[in-house]
């Protein structure tokens, strides 16, 4: 029974500390963003999502499909440095669902010169090929 127990805690130890690593890689994939975005790089920002048609992205009251609509819309709504201004995510809670999915949820803010606009998101993230990429993103 004591060998059991022993197995037992090294399969705990082993869960927990994949489960720190991934959390620790979805979070490092949103700093990048934040990072690519504050560079003026949505190119950049945008690898952080999953590069299918598949991608849905809801905001504004409406829901896209697909990887270059993303892009296009972040293209057209923020056309230069200035109206994409500074980024800075707030994270309420990265929860693991299983060693491939994860639930991101936290707050976004953006400061420009004449105005701070601020919302919330909710972002299911994938791991894929060996990356992490947002695959759902709900931003209010």
């Known amino acids: 029974m004591k060998g059991m127990k022993h197995y037992l805690l090294v399969i705990a130890l ?14 490092q ?8 975005w504050n560079q003026g790089d949505i190119p950049g920002y945008m690898q952080g ?7 849905r992205f809801i905001s504004s009251g409406k829901i896209k499909y697909g ?8 293209l057209s709504r923020y056309p230069d440095r200035d109206t994409m201004g500074k980024l800075d995510f707030e994270l309420e809670s990265i929860t693991m ?11 976004w ?15 299911v ?6 990356y992490w990429r947002i695959i759902n993103d709900h931003t209010g």
Do not use: C
């Not at 669902?97 to 707050?107: K, M, Y």
């Not at 993230?125 to 060996?130: E, N, T, Y």
């Open 67 to 74: 990887w270059q609509k993303v892009l296009d819309g972040y």
């Open 97 to 107: 669902l299983s060693d491939e999915l994860a639930l991101v949820v936290g707050r």
């Open 14 to 27: 082993f869960l927990s500390g994949s489960a720190w690593a991934n959390e620790s890689e979805v979070r």
């Open 125 to 130: 993230f994938r791991k894929i090929d060996g």
């Open 109 to 123: 803010q953006l400061t420009r010169k004449h105005d701070q606009p601020k919302g919330e998101f909710s972002l």
């Open 29 to 36: 994939v949103l700093m990048q963003q934040q990072q690519a």
């Open 49 to 55: 999502y999953w590069q299918s048609e598949q991608l």
